[in-house]
Every structure is written in structure tokens, then in C-alpha cells.
């Protein structure tokens, strides 16, 4: 199957080309295959397709696997995320036959006349390295969800307002049966019938620690974009899925649920003892309570700061205050870009302003300490600055692990 060396030279030159017309090929291929597969809606997110998010990511990926396509070793790290989300989303390998040949005949429009039958044989057996690979990678998760690689249905079992946007839902199996271990971070996905639309999925963070009982999701509500100068709050675009599972899951409501999957995750097997550094905005909390907790029950001498901001209100405030009245080895260093008129600087906060590592002394964060592991997840831009003030301090990439809560790279990663 692999490629001779004028096929990958065929393959490399028409790179720039395809490239240069990422969008167009994303829009005829998926334009393409979905009307012909309709079936494939339920799969793909309908905002990511409105926004090309997900096209994007799709295309960018293999355009530089093929310019790289003798040199693979660097992108297979990559592959981890897209194969997590896959399994997470119930992608099998049949569904990459549909995928290949949608892509190609994108290829074949753009590129036009040369579109030789030399430059397609050599495309079409690059896409199948890369497929074999993403293939033999998402084999290996199904097979480490054992019996459950497809949606099997939860029933809401408890309800619990954390903030005044974000909403737990304790979830039981229907089954009765022991839930999986995973590992701290790791997200599920949760799939819901759209009203008048397609069945839609969506990924949350497990917010506690392993537990063989049931699972803990926390739902940040998406109200959509304001309008600008806007006096009375409008917004437009509300988020699909949060507001069905906030507005109109009760308890005893049933919803389809994957195997927790995913590349963000503390290695609770590994007996590394280097501090941890927990730093998260928002709803980017959710992974680092499972994280926190999970680390404090297993490694309790494991020295951990915990770096959290927020507007107004902190959600899991209560808990991380417990964390840290028990944990002799939990600090906490709090932002809160609008207190409220009851909250006491040095006791329900430490900064009056939205989230920054440069304010923090390098012992807050265990910069001095050369080993550290940094987690982040917050909105995008935020864990842009934080990732590139810690890498000003020195601390090499290999010890920032980021969350991104969107599809596709960090938007500075891309270019
Ligand atoms: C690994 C991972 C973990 C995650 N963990 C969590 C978690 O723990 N908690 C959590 O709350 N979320 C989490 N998320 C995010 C979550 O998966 C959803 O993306 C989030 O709930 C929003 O989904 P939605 O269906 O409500 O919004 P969507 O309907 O998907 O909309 C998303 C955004 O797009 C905007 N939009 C929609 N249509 C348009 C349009 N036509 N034009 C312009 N803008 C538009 C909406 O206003 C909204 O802001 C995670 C995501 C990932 C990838
Ligand atoms: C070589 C083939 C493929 C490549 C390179 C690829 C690449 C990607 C990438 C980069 C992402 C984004 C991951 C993230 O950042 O979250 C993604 C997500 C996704 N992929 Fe693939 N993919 C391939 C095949 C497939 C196939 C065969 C299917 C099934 C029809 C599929 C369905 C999806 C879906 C549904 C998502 C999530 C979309 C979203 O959340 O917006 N992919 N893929």
C-alpha cells in the first residue's frame, strides 16, 4: 500500500494547489456527501459544518499529512484528539470508504485536468495510509471499551445547579451495570434527537473522579451571541444542546451516552510525583475537578495549584474550598473579573480581574520547580496566553497539556 517514490512526489506538488482551496474543497465534499449520505447527518455537528470548523480541521489534516507523507512520525501524536473523537462519536471503518471517495472527487473538481488518473491513483492510496492508521489507532480504543462501543442510554439520575450558567447531571446506566474506569480529564459524548433536525452529539467532561456507579457531566448553557450594544440582553444562535439537556432534561430523562474517551487526561497510573498545576476559566473547570479530585484520593502527597477564574460566580466554589481546607498539598490562587458585593478580597478571591499567570509568583505556580505539569482549558484565546506566558517562563510544551472545548486546533497552532 505504500506509495512509490514519483507517487508521493505527485502527491506533494499538488499540495499547494489544494490547499490554496481548502474552503472549496470543504464545501463540495461535504455538500456532496451528505446530501448523498444523509445518514451521516446524525454524525457531524451542524454548527461546526455552518462555521467549517470541522471541514477545516478534516482538510488541514490531510494536506499536511501529505506534505509530510514521508515523514509521519511527527503528525501520529496529532492523531491522538481526531481518533478519540471519533470513537467517542461511533466512526467505524466502513464510513472511511465514504469519506475517501467524497474527498477525492473534491480533489478531482478543484484540481481539474490535473486531476491525471496518475495523480488520483497516487491520492487515493495516500488517503488509505492515513485512513489505515486513524483505522488501526481507533481499533485499538473500541477495543479498550471492550462490549460498549456505541451509545448506550443513561437515565438522569440527579440535577445540580453549579453556577448561575452550568448545571450538573448525574448519570446511571439504564443497564444497572458497573461503569468503566477512565482516566481523569477524559470526556463522554452525549447524543440527543434535535426537535424537526438530526440526531446531534456533543462532548462534556466528566467532572469527578472515576466512580463505578454513575458519571457526573457539567452543562455550561451556550445563550448564543448578544447583540451588540444591545441595552435589553438579546442573543441570537442560542446553543442547541445545552439548552435542551438545561431547559427540558428532567430526572428520569434517558439520553444516549459514549465511552469516555480522549487525550487530556493525568496519567492517575503513573506514580510521577512533579506538582500539578490545575489552570481553568469557566466552564473549563469541569476536567480539573476530576483531575483534582482524582489526584488528592490517589497521589495525597502530590503538591497541587489550583488556578481557576470566573466572572461572577465560581462554580464548584464550595468544593474547591473543601479541597483545600483538606488537602494540606492544594493551593489556590482565585480570579473574579466581577465580584459581587459580598465577596472579601483574600477570602472568596485573590484578583479582581479575568485570569492571568504573569500576576501570580513563580512559586504559585511551581515555575522553580523545573517538572511541573501544567493542565488548561478555558476559552481559546485564554489558554493561547496562558500556554505562551507559561513557555516565556520556560516551561517546554511537552509539560502544557491544553483542552480545547471547540473542534479542530488552537487557532494560532493552524497557521
Ligand atoms: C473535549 C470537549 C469537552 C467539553 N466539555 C464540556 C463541559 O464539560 N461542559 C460544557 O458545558 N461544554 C463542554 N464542551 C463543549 C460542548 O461539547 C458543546 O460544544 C457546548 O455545550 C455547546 O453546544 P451546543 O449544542 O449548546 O451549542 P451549538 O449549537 O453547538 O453552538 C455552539 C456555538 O455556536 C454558535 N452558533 C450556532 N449557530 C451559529 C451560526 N449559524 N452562526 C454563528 N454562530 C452560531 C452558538 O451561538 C454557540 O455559541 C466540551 C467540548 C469538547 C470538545
Ligand atoms: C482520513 C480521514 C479523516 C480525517 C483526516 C479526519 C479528521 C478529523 C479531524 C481533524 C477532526 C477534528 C477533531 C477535533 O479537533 O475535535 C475530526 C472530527 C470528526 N470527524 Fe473525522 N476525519 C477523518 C475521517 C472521518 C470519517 C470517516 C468520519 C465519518 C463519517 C468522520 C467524522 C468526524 C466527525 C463526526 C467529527 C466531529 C465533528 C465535530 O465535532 O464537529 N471523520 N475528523
Known amino acids: 500500500m505504500s506509495l512509490t517514490y514519483q507517487q508521493s512526489k505527485l502527491v506533494k506538488d499538488t499540495v499547494p494547489i489544494l490547499r490554496e482551496h481548502g474552503e472549496r474543497i470543504s464545501t463540495i465534499f461535504y455538500r456532496t456527501m451528505l446530501s448523498e449520505h444523509p445518514e451521516l447527518n446524525d454524525y457531524f455537528n451542524t454548527v461546526n459544518q455552518k462555521n467549517g470548523r470541522q471541514p477545516r480541521a478534516l482538510t488541514a489534516v490531510i494536506l499536511s499529512f501529505a506534505a509530510n507523507i514521508n515523514n509521519m512520525s511527527e503528525l501520529v501524536p496529532k492523531f491522538e484528539r481526531m481518533c478519540n473523537k471519533h470513537c467517542s462519536l461511533g466512526i467505524k471503518p466502513q464510513h472511511y470508504e465514504i469519506v475517501g471517495k467524497y474527498l477525492l472527487q473534491a480533489f478531482g473538481d478543484v484540481l481539474g485536468p490535473a486531476m491525471t488518473p496518475q495523480v488520483q491513483e497516487a491520492w487515493t492510496k495516500a488517503y488509505w495510509v492515513l485512513a489505515k492508521m486513524l483505522i488501526g489507532r481507533e481499533a485499538q480504543l473500541y477495543k479498550d471499551f471492550e462490549s460498549w462501543t456505541s451509545w448506550r442510554p443513561f437515565k438522569i439520575d440527579r440535577i445540580v445547579p453549579e453556577s448561575e450558567e452550568i448545571v450538573s447531571f448525574y448519570l446511571v446506566p439504564k443497564d444497572g451495570k458497573r461503569l468503566p474506569r477512565f482516566l481523569p480529564g477524559q470526556y463522554l459524548s452525549v447524543q440527543i434527537q434535535v426537535p424537526g433536525g438530526h440526531l446531534q452529539s456533543r462532548q462534556y467532561s466528566l467532572s469527578e473522579a472515576w466512580r463505578e ?97 470566573s466572572r461572577r460566580v465560581i462554580p464548584f466554589e464550595e468544593h474547591v474550598a473543601s479541597l483545600k481546607r483538606k488537602g494540606r498539598n492544594f493551593r489556590t490562587k482565585i480570579f473574579k473579573s466581577h465580584p459581587s458585593e459580598g465577596d472579601v478580597a483574600g477570602v472568596s478571591y485573590d484578583y479582581d480581574c479575568r485570569i492571568d499567570l504573569s500576576k501570580l509568583s513563580p512559586e504559585d505556580i511551581f515555575l522553580q520547580h523545573g517538572g511541573a505539569e ?22 517546554r510544551s511537552s509539560r502544557i497539556k491544553l483542552e480545547l472545548f471547540t473542534t479542530g486546533e488552537l487557532a494560532a497552532k493552524q497557521g
Open 213 to 309: 456507579d454513575y458519571y457526573r457531566i457539567s452543562v455550561k448553557r451556550d445563550e448564543g451571541s448578544q447583540y451588540a450594544n444591545s441595552v435589553s440582553k438579546s442573543y441570537f444562535n442560542p446553543g442547541i444542546v445545552s439548552n435542551i439537556l438545561i431547559n427540558y432534561m428532567t430526572v428520569g430523562s434517558v439520553i444516549s451516552v459514549s465511552h469516555p474517551a480522549g487525550e487530556f487526561f493525568l496519567d492517575s497510573n503513573n506514580d510521577s510525583n512533579v506538582p500539578l498545576v490545575l489552570v481553568s476559566a469557566g466552564v473549563g473547570v469541569t476536567p480539573m475537578v476530576a483531575i483534582a479530585n482524582s489526584a488528592l484520593a490517589t497521589q495525597p502527597d502530590r503538591q497541587i495549584s489550583w488556578v481557576q477564574g
Open 374 to 395: 501544567y493542565y488548561i482549558c478555558g476559552p481559546e484565546q485564554f489558554m493561547l496566553e496562558a500556554s505562551q506566558y507559561l513557555a516565556s517562563q520556560g516551561v
